[in-house]
């Protein structure tokens, strides 16, 4: 049987409020397309009801986008891969129910995805760059509900060799953020003003966590007592300090981060370091990670901006490498909020 030169893989993400779909031709993208919720804001955080609506509302026209803007049409898909999880299980179900049923339709394959395996495998897209993480490998996922350090062996086998026991680190990013009364999502915000600010000015606590374990609460309880102390003596204390809080704040997480990193790399031999997930756009994550490139000889892999937040084109190319092992699903597999890697 003659194998098809080219495989066309769309890929569906809808595990949080992005909203997104990608066309992949092999390892290549063709198309990208994110609908970001906004209801969420005056929230200051997401709220699951409201994510799952906005999905069914944003996913027809997102694939329609996604498939006109690669130029080909629904029956030159080879398969459709989606996000099982983990996530949010009411907006999991929006992707994988449309994906299950554009599958039937059509007639082509299912492949599930892991969300978190995706935003390491995401270094693998072939976006004209040379350098590729070679195994093994550690993958860092940060974000909004995950903090890991995973030992990457292949595609397919890896290992968390240290986790959050608590807030994920975009956690801790958005609550103090709440504190010091910045608008959600508040990282992005936080990593802008921090360049204006001074990271020695105020000292919190950085938790003692055994191995290769992450504690936040800690530093957000730190955080929280310094405010409502300072405060007190100065109601205008938040306002006038605002670019050395946010900055003192971000040194401590990124303090915290790179402490189990360094300790990781140690135990384990590995010295190739790949992140992934939205924090690790933040620019003084990049910044620490590139500064051990050159003191510790780490080979660090950072991917594009549109990589870093949950995005379609990382589940297409997981759907892709899955296609090629021949690695498919059927319709009665079940999303699944907690979903381990």
């Given at each position: 049987?003659?194998?098809?030169?080219?495989?066309?893989?769309?890929?569906?993400?809808?595990?949080?409020?992005?909203?997104?779909?990608?066309?992949?031709?092999?390892?290549?993208?063709?198309?990208?397309?994110?609908?970001?919720?906004?209801?969420?804001?005056?929230?200051?955080?997401?709220?699951?009801?409201?994510?799952?609506?906005?999905?069914?509302?944003?996913?027809?026209?997102?694939?329609?986008?996604?498939?006109?803007?690669?130029?080909?049409?629904?029956?030159?898909?080879?398969?459709?891969?989606?996000?099982?999880?983990?996530?949010?299980?009411?907006?999991?179900?929006?992707?994988?129910?449309?994906?299950?049923?554009?599958?039937?339709?059509?007639?082509?394959?299912?492949?599930?995805?892991?969300?978190?395996?995706?935003?390491?495998?995401?270094?693998?897209?072939?976006?004209?760059?040379?350098?590729?993480?070679?195994?093994?490998?550690?993958?860092?996922?940060?974000?909004?509900?995950?903090?890991?350090?995973?030992?990457?062996?292949?595609?397919?086998?890896?290992?968390?060799?240290?986790?959050?026991?608590?807030?994920?680190?975009?956690?801790?990013?958005?609550?103090?953020?709440?504190?010091?009364?910045?608008?959600?999502?508040?990282?992005?915000?936080?990593?802008?003003?921090?360049?204006?600010?001074?990271?020695?000015?105020?000292?919190?606590?950085?938790?003692?966590?055994?191995?290769?374990?992450?504690?936040?609460?800690?530093?957000?309880?730190?955080?929280?007592?310094?405010l409502q102390k300072q405060t007190k003596e100065n109601p205008e204390f938040i306002s006038e300090n605002i670019e050395d809080l946010c900055a003192s704040?971000?040194?401590?997480?990124?303090?915290?981060?790179?402490?189990?990193?360094?300790?990781?790399?140690?135990?384990?031999?590995?010295?190739?370091?790949?992140?992934?997930?939205?924090?690790?756009?933040?620019?003084?994550?990049?910044?620490?990670?590139?500064?051990?490139?050159?003191?510790?000889?780490?080979?660090?892999?950072?991917?594009?901006f549109e990589y870093c937040t949950d995005n379609a084109a990382m589940i297409g190319i997981v759907g892709y490498l899955k296609f090629q092992k021949n690695?498919?699903?059927?319709?009665?597999?079940?999303?699944?909020?907690?979903?381990?890697?």
């Amino acid at each position: 049987m003659e194998i098809a030169k080219n495989i066309y893989i769309l890929g569906i993400e809808s595990s949080c409020d992005d909203t997104s779909a990608a066309v992949l031709c092999n390892d290549k993208v063709l198309s990208n397309i994110v609908a970001t919720q906004q209801v969420h804001k005056e929230y200051g955080g997401v709220v699951p009801e409201l994510a799952s609506r906005a999905h069914q509302q944003h996913i027809v026209p997102v694939i329609d986008q996604a498939l006109k803007k690669a130029d080909i049409s629904k029956n030159d898909l080879s398969a459709i891969a989606y996000t099982r999880g983990p996530g949010l299980m009411g907006s999991l179900l929006v992707g994988s129910s449309f994906a299950k049923s554009l599958s039937l339709a059509l007639g082509i394959p299912l492949i599930e995805v892991n969300h978190m395996q995706a935003h390491l495998l995401a270094h693998f897209i072939n976006d004209e760059k040379t350098d590729v993480p070679k195994f093994p490998f550690l993958g860092v996922t940060i974000s909004g509900g995950h903090t890991q350090i995973v030992k990457v062996k292949d595609y397919f086998e890896m290992e968390v060799i240290g986790e959050t026991l608590d807030d994920a680190i975009g956690e801790a990013f958005d609550k103090c953020g709440k504190m010091i009364k910045l608008p959600y999502p508040a990282g992005p915000e936080i990593d802008k003003l921090s360049k204006l600010g001074n990271p020695s000015k105020f000292e919190f606590a950085k938790p003692k966590v055994k191995g290769l374990d992450f504690s936040f609460s800690g530093l957000k309880t730190s955080v929280l007592y310094f405010l409502q102390k300072q405060t007190k003596e100065n109601p205008e204390f938040i306002s006038e300090n605002i670019e050395d809080l946010c900055a003192s704040f971000q040194r401590k997480v990124i303090d915290i981060l790179m402490t189990k990193l360094t300790k990781a790399v140690k135990e384990t031999g590995i010295n190739q370091i790949a992140i992934g997930g939205g924090v690790s756009a933040n620019s003084g994550i990049r910044n620490a990670l590139l500064e051990k490139k050159d003191s510790a000889g780490w080979n660090v892999f950072i991917p594009k901006f549109e990589y870093c937040t949950d995005n379609a084109a990382m589940i297409g190319i997981v759907g892709y490498l899955k296609f090629q092992k021949n690695q498919f699903t059927d319709l009665a597999t079940a999303s699944k909020a907690r979903y381990a890697i």
